[in-house]
């Protein structure tokens, strides 16, 4: 997966946080995912697929900052991580690729997207894409710390190949 790949996701994150709860976050350095499970206590997980794409999208919260957050989008005080607040995860999600899916449209990538699923527990492995990297980015708030993971074939280079 290039990297430029990963930065529509990371800026899409990043106006998400900022716009629908005052949250702004440092985003550190892309590195490629070793092992399989989150390190968040909850995540948001999507699979998008097309013609020339496939991509899969892991947001992953500490439990301090899915509260943070939650506190802000939801403007009140949030104690726990209840169903309101997880299903709020897979609501991040979506908008987080729904804008990173507008601008990979503009470079001529067009894909579907399917349901937002969330889990909640530090032991999920999302279903990434067999035999591709993933790529994951550690952020931090002032709160708390999330993750994303991303993993994506471009199935127009394999077909190019063939050519």
């Not at 430029?4 to 709860?21: D, G, H, Q, R, W």
């Not at 390190?39 to 699979?47: E, L, R």
């Not at 709020?88 to 699923?117: C, R, Y």
Request: with cysteine; hydrophobic share 35%; net charge negative.
């Amino acid at each position: 997966m290039k990297v430029e790949y990963v930065n529509p996701f990371i800026n899409s994150l990043l106006e998400v946080l900022e716009t629908m709860a005052e949250v702004k976050a440092s985003p550190g350095k892309p590195r490629v995912k070793e092992g399989d499970a989150c390190s968040g206590d909850v995540t948001g997980f999507i699979h998008m697929k097309g013609e020339d794409v496939e991509c899969t999208l892991a947001i992953s919260f500490s439990e301090p900052a899915m509260k943070h957050i939650a506190s802000k989008m939801l403007g009140e005080e949030v104690e726990e991580l209840d169903n309101d607040v997880i299903d709020l995860a897979g609501e991040i999600t979506n908008m987080v690729t729904g804008g990173a899916k507008k601008v990979l449209w503009q470079s001529g990538f067009n894909f579907d997207l399917s349901q937002p699923t969330f889990e909640k527990g530090n032991d999920y492995k999302p279903p990434h894409l067999e035999n591709c990297k993933v790529i994951a980015i550690d952020f931090n708030t002032d709160e708390g710390a999330f993750s994303i993971e991303a993993s994506m074939k471009d199935t127009r280079q394999r077909a190019q190949l063939r050519e």
